[in-house]
């Protein structure tokens, strides 16, 4: 199968999936009031890959088949190679303004690297590189659409997994069988999954090696989204159905979060990665970086993101004429700063790419480091200085119907701008407040926040890991010369 038509993504997820939203089981998540529109967002992705001016902007031939493949599923051998692969992922960002973390390609790169790494989940038993690779080439050839999971529910953090009033809250093997591995418990974070092909759940989370209680968390898989005794428990929907007018983004870009819970369902020997080898697991967390790759998507996503956030925040300065004041000056640049600062992130690991482990080519991971540990102060400040440059004037939108009705006269009075009329103005409004205020702009900006892991540790990491060989050796030589002289 080639790349598929947003047609046929549709009609992939009429497969009887178990989603449940706000109480009551979704039939059909393409036609649900609340999903049917960020369905349809995903469709028009897919369709991108059809239009004539991104084919061979977007695919690359299958080793396998021959037919044209997404590049996301590329194992990027040359910087041409990872300069291609951005190429595609710049026009899927854009086309969703950088507002979805969770395109497609997010979790087909981590597959792939995955892939690039199959060696090291085979070094106890070849079948598990070999499902790796198999894998890969599985969702690659049927343009699939993945969920991943692999965080444990909150329930109680103070206590190991195997110290939790129910040892299977995680994902815990129960039994094995001639077929495959029976689990129990719950995964999360599951963003995508009602609108998702498969769930890819590696272990990415160290195991307590003297622990035997803790073997039976030591499982790594992937399985349909539709596989018997898989639910997957939403959050509220963003999308409350509400002219795109009145909230322009949660109205087509909500990729939801679920919880993933696992009745003793079945995974199949074949999608098995690793299993029952605590010393394994904790050796490929360490060493599978798959950020290494996924981090060029994340760049890509942020770029679009903040160039529109910045056309937002150019356009309230323009809008209510407080362009002449220096700090709204400062804070314009400041978001231009934060915009230019991920571009150089990305060059600069993209320039500095060499092989690592395995299949081909890795960019260079000290620039996606200091991103990951930078970006979520950064972009938590850039959704402070929208509220502050709209001010008041994000409690005080009239809706569509409001413009439309008895007061419109009034409203096109007190609601004009410097440079705009009312309606255009109160649209730019809405648009900042649904990017900052609404549930779906927290959810925005906690994402961003906490989606590639907590900032504390992530630093921590960092503190202990660093290469700090340099610049001791330019204090030493420093001390040496002063003691010289």
Same mark, same amino acid.
């Given at each position: 199968?080639?790349v598929?038509?947003g =047609?046929?993504?549709?009609?992939?997820? &009429?497969?009887?999936?178990?989603?449940?939203?706000?109480?009551?089981?979704?039939?059909d998540?393409?036609?649900? &009031?609340?999903?049917?529109? /960020?369905?349809?967002?995903?469709?028009?992705?897919?369709?991108?890959?059809? +239009?004539? =001016?991104?084919?061979?902007? /977007?695919?690359?031939?299958?080793?396998t088949?021959?037919?044209?493949?997404?590049?996301?599923?590329?194992?990027?051998?040359?910087?041409?190679?990872? #300069?291609?692969?951005?190429?595609?992922?710049?026009?899927?960002?854009?086309?969703?303004?950088?507002?979805?973390? &969770?395109?497609?390609?997010?979790?087909?790169?981590?597959?792939?690297?995955?892939?690039?790494?199959?060696?090291?989940?085979?070094?106890?038993?070849?079948?598990?590189?070999?499902?790796?690779?198999? %894998?890969?080439?599985?969702?690659?050839?049927?343009?699939?659409?993945?969920?991943?999971?692999?965080?444990?529910?909150?329930?109680?953090?103070?206590?190991? !997994?195997?110290?939790l009033?129910?040892?299977?809250?995680?994902?815990?093997?129960?039994?094995?069988?001639?077929?495959?591995?029976?689990?129990?418990?719950?995964?999360?974070?599951?963003?995508?999954?009602?609108?998702?092909?498969?769930?890819?759940?590696?272990?990415?989370?160290?195991?307590?090696?003297?622990?035997e209680?803790?073997?039976?968390?030591?499982?790594?898989?992937?399985?349909?989204?539709?596989?018997p005794?898989?639910?997957?428990?939403?959050?509220?929907?963003?999308?409350?159905? +509400?002219?795109?007018?009145?909230?322009?983004?949660?109205?087509?870009?909500?990729?939801?979060?679920?919880?993933?819970?696992?009745?003793?369902?079945?995974?199949?020997?074949?999608?098995?990665?690793?299993?029952?080898?605590?010393?394994?697991?904790?050796?490929?967390?360490?060493?599978?970086?798959?950020?290494?790759?996924?981090?060029?998507q994340?760049?890509?996503?942020?770029?679009?993101?903040?160039?529109?956030? !910045?056309? #937002?925040?150019?356009?309230i300065?323009?809008?209510?004429?407080?362009?002449? %004041?220096?700090?709204?000056?400062?804070?314009?640049?400041?978001?231009?700063?934060?915009?230019?600062?991920?571009? $150089?992130?990305?060059?600069?690991?993209?320039?500095d $790419?060499?092989?690592?482990?395995?299949?081909?080519?890795?960019?260079?991971? =000290?620039?996606?480091?200091?991103?990951?540990?930078w970006?979520?102060?950064? %972009?938590?400040?850039?959704?402070? #200085?929208?509220?502050?440059?709209?001010?008041?004037?994000?409690?005080?939108?009239?809706? =569509?119907?409001? /413009?439309?009705?008895?007061?419109?006269?009034?409203? $096109?009075?007190?609601?004009?701008? $410097?440079? #705009?009329?009312?309606?255009?103005?109160?649209? !730019?409004?809405?648009?900042?407040?649904?990017?900052?205020?609404?549930?779906?702009?927290?959810?925005?900006?906690?994402?961003?926040?906490?989606?590639?892991g907590?900032?504390?540790?992530?630093?921590?990491?960092?503190?202990a890991?660093?290469?700090?060989?340099?610049?001791?050796?330019?204090?030493?030589?420093?001390?040496?010369? !002063?003691?010289?002289?």
């Amino acid at each position: 199968m080639a790349v598929r038509t947003g =047609e046929e993504f549709l009609e992939g997820l &009429r497969d009887g999936r178990e989603v449940w939203l706000e109480g009551e089981r979704v039939d059909d998540v393409t036609t649900h &009031r609340k999903t049917a529109r /960020m369905a349809a967002t995903l469709a028009g992705i897919y369709d991108l890959q059809h +239009r004539t =001016e991104n084919h061979d902007r /977007m695919t690359f031939k299958s080793p396998t088949s021959g037919e044209p493949v997404a590049l996301s599923y590329l194992v990027p051998e040359t910087q041409e190679d990872l #300069i291609r692969r951005r190429g595609a992922m710049e026009i899927v960002a854009q086309s969703c303004h950088g507002m979805l973390g &969770r395109t497609p390609d997010y979790v087909n790169i981590q597959v792939t690297a995955s892939r690039q790494l199959a060696h090291l989940y085979g070094l106890k038993d070849q079948r598990h590189a070999d499902n790796l690779r198999n %894998y890969h080439e599985y969702v690659r050839e049927r343009d699939l659409c993945l969920t991943h999971a692999f965080g444990h529910p909150q329930v109680n953090r103070s206590l190991t !997994l195997a110290e939790l009033p129910d040892e299977y809250t995680a994902v815990g093997v129960v039994d094995r069988t001639s077929e495959g591995v029976i689990v129990r418990g719950a995964k999360l974070l599951a963003t995508l999954a009602p609108f998702s092909d498969e769930i890819f759940a590696p272990v990415y989370r160290p195991l307590r090696s003297d622990m035997e209680e803790d073997r039976k968390y030591c499982i790594g898989f992937a399985v349909p989204v539709a596989t018997p005794g898989l639910k997957f428990i939403c959050r509220p929907s963003h999308d409350m159905g +509400r002219p795109l007018a009145d909230y322009p983004l949660s109205g087509q870009f909500d990729e939801m979060d679920a919880l993933a819970i696992f009745d003793d369902v079945l995974i199949p020997w074949e999608r098995v990665f690793i299993y029952d080898d605590i010393e394994l697991a904790n050796m490929t967390v360490q060493k599978v970086t798959l950020w290494r790759q996924y981090m060029q998507q994340v760049s890509v996503k942020n770029i679009a993101k903040l160039e529109f956030i !910045l056309g #937002i925040v150019h356009g309230i300065t323009e809008s209510i004429g407080i362009g002449v %004041y220096a700090h709204v000056q400062e804070k314009n640049a400041e978001v231009i700063d934060t915009l230019e600062t991920v571009r $150089a992130y990305m060059r600069a690991a993209e320039a500095d $790419a060499a092989p690592y482990e395995g299949e081909g080519l890795w960019p260079a991971p =000290e620039p996606w480091i200091a991103m990951r540990n930078w970006y979520p102060d950064a %972009y938590s400040r850039v959704a402070a #200085i929208v509220e502050q440059l709209a001010a008041g004037g994000l409690m005080l939108t009239p809706t =569509e119907e409001d /413009m439309s009705g008895p007061l419109a006269g009034e409203i $096109a009075k007190y609601y004009q701008g $410097a440079s #705009i009329d009312a309606r255009e103005k109160v649209r !730019l409004f809405r648009l900042a407040w649904d990017l900052i205020g609404t549930q779906f702009g927290s959810r925005q900006t906690l994402y961003e926040r906490f989606f590639n892991g907590d900032v504390v540790q992530l630093r921590q990491r960092r503190y202990a890991t660093y290469d700090y060989s340099r610049a001791d050796a330019s204090l030493e030589l420093f001390m040496s010369e !002063l003691e010289g002289g």
